[in-house]
């Protein structure tokens, strides 16, 4: 069955089409930085053209597509997306794309979509109940129950950068306290590393993003900081493993999974080192003994969220 | 459809005859304090056969036995349950039982059948994701996802207790650290209570317990110590509900649950005020604005883990 995912960010949306297991096209663009809704439904169906171009098809030869998208979904409306121009009221995506296309559309919670990439076609084949967590700018979460998405009685489910690991600690980008997002991602790394700075800190990632000529501390970023031996990114960068452990064992021990995915920007760039230190920092906090779960790496690197979608999509051909 | 359920407990067994949803027998049994798991067995089959006689049946009027037992069950076995004698070591509780009964068997764990007792015929009903928890001696949670009990891959699902809400913080039972059950479980807290007591603070519980002649601060001894105005035990319930509703809101972050049922013999003791407290300590905590979940009291009492596994046993008729 031949099927087209879609992964919509707040950078870029990315399109595969998926012939059974294999991909066998490929498309990017640029997800609108400004405009309206209608901007980006319109970006939306050109990435899916490019990718059916890519692959030497045209869309009457595929049967539905998928999309993840960020924000809660809700049948086939999304909202509460603040990253996507338009996307942080609720409306429905799944008509609008329908219309554009001509062809039925699945959508899906991106971390949800990435998490059933790994699931079916990367690192956690063979398993029932797993959570994936991606660690990047920010931290998300995709469950796994039974075999099937677990997408929550509203669409909000895997909130797992909202764990809360520390009542009254550190503040996280949404504004509540203690969650595993404050600690963890690397908008928070960042502003965390702003505010040593200016407290007088020593800290060279502000020099490596000059270099790099990035507006942001992306994870390359944070990756050169630490080989110059950066402390302070040393110091950041333990506390979101600690963050991580914690939050990620509560997952497991209310679960019970089988299996936990590590993958996302982050993680990619630190490698097997950053998996082993979250698996030793979840360690003591699981309650199965012997813990019965294992981690593995993220296997789809940036195309897991566009693969997944198009594997829900044939749910709906 | 009629079926019988039995509840395992550490000091109790008690058992109903479910007639479609109604009990029409009741009967109840101390648990022995020690002997093997043969006389674990013996009792259960008898503590079904005087509910069977309470309904004036015989066996031959039901067609199966669900039994909620302590412990971590996988098909039709059970162990890891330090309250039972002869449960710590796995065995092959179901067949056991079959063969005392001549009726199929369904084991399920205690707190999950307490959870679907309360999803099908008590403060859940309507809703397709839940998490019961219950606040005693310990502090157990048990899911209903997607409108079916979660056991998680191991059987070893719902360890609401063993969430990581402080590392580094008190410790639980268990011998973890920073786990919810570390503050908010009966046990817990009367162990806090005697580490205050020997530092030498004030405190009526121990009075209350030798008045009441308990061996242990019961729910029924907290209440009183709290009804004579203790600080001690006040700030020791303010503890526990502030760690109960970090754990809850952490559980409801990642899986975007409908309902909280929240039951147990402490919470039952301090009644709609306790419900509202809890609720009110998980809120600030919640990822969804407005939260999209509900807070209600379970409404089985003592006999929703009986007729929870009774309501399973009908998956083995």
């Not at 870029?12 to 809704?37: F, Q, Y």
């Not at 690991?165 to 969650?179: E, L, S, T, V, Y």
Request: with cysteine; proline share 3%.
């Amino acid at each position: 069955m031949r099927t087209i995912g879609i992964d919509l960010g707040g950078t870029n949306a990315s399109a595969v089409v998926l012939d059974d297991e294999r991909t066998i096209g490929h498309a990017k663009r640029k997800t609108p930085a400004d405009g309206g809704r209608d901007d980006v439904v319109a970006m939306l169906a050109k990435v899916a053209r490019d990718a059916l171009d890519d692959a030497d098809l045209d869309a009457t030869e595929t049967v539905a597509v998928g999309v993840g998208t960020p924000g809660i979904v809700v049948g086939s409306t999304v909202g509460n997306a603040s990253n996507v121009p338009g996307f942080d009221e609720r409306f429905d995506l799944g008509a609008a794309l329908e219309e554009a296309l001509e062809l039925p559309i699945r959508l899906v919670n991106d971390v949800t979509a990435a998490a059933v990439g790994e699931h079916r076609l990367g690192g956690g084949v063979g398993v029932d109940d797993l959570l994936a967590v991606f660690v990047g700018t920010g931290v998300g979460g995709g469950l796994v129950l039974r075999g099937e998405p677990y997408e929550g009685a509203h669409g909000g489910a895997g909130e797992f950068g909202h764990l809360v690991i520390r009542p009254g600690g550190a503040a996280c980008p949404g504004g509540r306290r203690g969650g595993g997002a404050a600690y963890a991602g690397g908008r928070a790394m960042e502003q965390a590393a702003e505010r040593a700075r200016v407290a007088g800190t020593p800290t060279v990632l502000f020099e490596v993003m000059e270099e790099k000529g990035k507006q942001r501390a992306t994870s390359g970023v944070f990756k050169t900081a630490l080989e110059r031996g950066d402390e302070l990114v040393a110091d950041l960068i333990d506390d979101a493993i600690e963050a991580l452990g914690a939050g990620i064992a509560s997952a497991v021990n209310l679960l019970d999974l089988d299996l936990v995915v590590i993958g996302g920007g982050l993680a990619d760039k630190l490698g097997a080192q950053f998996l082993d230190r979250v698996d030793a920092a979840a360690r003591p906090h699981l309650f199965r003994s012997p813990p019965a779960v294992e981690f593995v790496a993220a296997t789809l690197g940036d195309d897991g969220g566009a693969v997944g979608a198009a594997l829900l999509a044939r749910e709906v051909a």
